[in-house]
């Protein structure tokens, strides 16, 4: 067999993929005139269902809801955002129990972390006001640390990184000081899919006495997670990507435990109280990462997430990034024969390994090739200002899916010439 990348087809591809007998597991939609479907590349925005999922649910439906009512809260909901937690910690983020929960928005458990860590900077060392992150980073990670300087008179200091790659250690140097108290950056950029050095650059920012907070949202199960190993102090990843949670699954949020008691986070509620059913008359937050909830948690939407970490766990996260990288290799490899001669250009790194599991192609003319190709049901995703993202959910999509994609995207392209 030749096995020279360049004359590998994408059936070869799909036949020689270990993982393919996995893509049965997701829900095939009804035929829908409406809604026609050619190629999902947009799994990093919203997870294809599970078809497990849909049993799940109208099973928790009838039993520990509509059996159980209220008593499932003591047999098993209260547990639910930490137990849920702890799985995702050994099976997609390299964190010993005790450490991860699940609830809340990523935005929500944004602010919460930084709250958290700015303040407890601050306590330690009034000099430490100044909060860095890159100017690449998704819009909500940027407002909310605009929102907490603004109500906290921290400082920010902002990093330009390339914006077709992303933050670099050497970008940290000129701006990691005495007086940074937390870096937040993301890590996979949204846009161009670049995956940053997580373990350099949260060894250099805590040599400078700084706090590094991760957002996972375009890493986590997709690329294998280590936060105990990288020394990693907070993390917040979303759950209706990768992890096919659905729509506005809760999002998790890792807190290393040498520093749980220690931070408190900016919104008390009952359900983050030591003594949640005390109905004490002071708040005293709860002893361990449960203090980190406010209120009541999204018990319902915690279940579909459920299966793909089983499902996961089953295909193991080394086999899934083996995957991911292939696709995008792939998708680098058609992008260049197919896009590039229309003017398209690669706006993602080249090297697997500095590369999560989406790459962006630029062209002026994709917002329009965007919505014809939604039309089509081929969707990618459009970022601004000329960026068509294609995300590769390594579990869900085939290699044929993908070429088939691409091939949408160079027709559509070709016509608007
Ligand atoms: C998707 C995404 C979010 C989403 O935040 P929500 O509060 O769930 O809407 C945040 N940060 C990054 C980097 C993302 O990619």
């Not at 649910?57 to 003591?74: C, K, M, N």
């Not at 005495?178 to 920012?205: C, E, F, M, Q």
């Not at 004490?280 to 406010?294: D, S, V």
Request: charged residues 20%; negative net charge.
């Amino acid at each position: 067999m030749n096995t020279s990348p360049a004359s590998l087809t994408a059936a070869d591809l799909d036949a020689a993929d270990p993982l393919a007998s996995l893509r049965g597991r997701f829900l095939v939609p009804a035929p829908d005139p409406a809604h026609p479907l050619t190629a999902y590349l947009d799994g990093n925005s919203l997870g294809r269902p599970l078809a497990a999922t849909a049993e799940r649910l109208a099973t928790f439906v009838r039993t520990e809801w509509g059996a159980g009512l209220i008593r499932s809260w003591d047999e098993k909901w209260m547990d639910e955002p930490t137990v849920l937690g702890d799985r995702l910690g050994e099976v997609v983020l390299g964190a010993a129990p005790g450490q991860v929960l699940v609830g809340d928005s990523t935005s929500v458990l944004l602010y919460k972390a930084l709250r958290a860590a700015l303040d407890h900077q601050q306590a330690a060392d009034p000099a430490r006001c100044e909060i860095v992150i890159d100017a690449g980073n998704f819009p909500t990670d940027r407002f909310i640390v605009e929102g907490i300087a603004a109500e906290r008179g921290a400082t920010l200091r902002w990093i330009t990184p390339d914006p077709d790659a992303g933050v670099t250690s050497e970008d940290l140097e000129p701006v990691l000081s005495a007086s940074t108290a937390v870096v937040l950056l993301s890590h996979v950029a949204y846009r161009s899919g670049y995956l940053a050095d997580a373990a350099a650059i949260t060894g250099r920012v805590k040599q400078a006495g700084a706090l590094m907070v991760w957002d996972l949202c375009h890493s986590v199960g997709a690329v294998p997670l280590q936060l105990d190993d990288w020394g990693v102090d907070l993390a917040v990843g979303c759950t209706y990507k990768y992890l096919n949670g659905g729509p506005g699954s809760p999002a998790l949020a890792y807190v290393r435990s040498e520093l749980q008691s220690r931070l408190r986070q900016p919104i008390w509620g009952w359900m983050g109280a030591a003594d949640p059913f005390g109905m004490t008359e002071a708040y005293e937050p709860a002893g361990n990462i449960r203090r980190f909830i406010t209120g009541t948690p999204p018990i319902l939407a915690m279940q579909p997430l459920q299966d793909m970490v089983g499902l996961i766990a089953e295909a193991g996260m080394d086999a899934v990034r083996a995957k991911s990288v292939a696709l995008t290799e792939h998708a680098i490899r058609l992008a260049d024969e197919r896009l590039a001669p229309l003017g398209a250009r690669l706006a993602s790194p080249r090297e697997a390994d500095a590369r999560g599991s989406h790459i962006t192609v630029d062209h002026d003319r994709f917002a329009e090739v965007t919505a014809r190709l939604w039309e089509l049901g081929v969707i990618p995703d459009f970022r601004p200002p000329n960026g068509l993202r294609i995300g590769l959910s390594p579990l869900s999509t085939s290699f044929a899916e993908l070429e088939a994609g691409i091939d949408a995207i160079a027709t559509a392209l070709a016509e608007m010439e």
